[in-house]
């Protein structure tokens, strides 16, 4: 029942307007605040370690906001995956920095593309696809209803989704060497036996991916990194320039260049990144109990 209900509600969810969802998305950030669950804790911890200059009335105004960001974007999510295109690209009130990924492709050695859990990540792969063909990763979900609608849903224009194994590295590596677009979520903790290295994000040791160093090292592709802010009437598409140490030979230097890319992204909408999210864990015993300790 369960598998299928849940496919049932986002499908119907859908059909409602974006204002409608983005209420619905403020009052359910609401209740999880008020609940005071794992979400609401998580969060507290990430902005008091991240921001630790601002005021504890100041960080918990933040984690509040930021609980219905998030809560919106899960609202927003099936709106994105069941419409077409063009009714997204009529909700992309402004876009800064497409003149800049469209330069970088022109290069012709493969863009990736740091689209990290900010705003409404959702937005993100179709606003790509639209500029050239988009290769990302995708995690089957453990509900075969969700991860059928889901993988319909970001699996349109021009989007081929790579599985998370070396099939799927090696389905990025061509794709970059072709000239297109790679996107990566860059803030997800990798596995511990899949590849990672602590580095700074937001003056915390936090395990990093080092896939983007290897991909950038082996193809010679430009990076840029892009999110989808949330402002009245739709989404702002935003690309910014990498961090230029991402481009370093050396990997320390190169995956700190990765966090700050995205701590570039997350200070210019604090509220609207994904801070429920555990990204400190995961860390060998010498960082934990710095982190424990804080």
Known sequence: MKNHLAPLLVKAMARLPLGLLRRIGSLAGRIVWWMNDRSAKVTRTNIALCFPELSPAEQTRLAQQSLQETAKTAMEAGAIWRNSWEWLDRRIVTKEGDDLLRAKLAEGKGVLVLAPHHG?????????????????????????????????????????????????????????????????????????????????????????????????????CAVCSCYAERVPGGFKIVVLEADPDIYSADQHTSVTGLNASVAACVRRAPAQYQWEYKRFRRLPPEYAKVYVSR
């Open 120 to 220: 409404n990540w959702e937005v993100v792969a179709p606003y790509l696809a639209s500029v050239a063909n988009l290769t990302a990763m995708y995690q089957p979900l453990e509900n075969p209803k969700m991860d059928e609608l889901v993988l319909a849903g970001r699996s349109k224009l021009n989007i081929t989704m790579a599985p998370t194994n070396r099939k799927g590295v090696m389905m990025l590596f061509k794709a970059l060497q072709g000239g297109t677009i790679v996107g990566i979520l860059p803030d997800q903790v990798p596995a511990r036996d899949a590849g990672g290295e602590v580095a700074p994000f937001m003056g915390q040791p936090a395990l990093t991916m080092t896939l983007v160093h290897g991909l950038i090292q082996r193809t010679g």
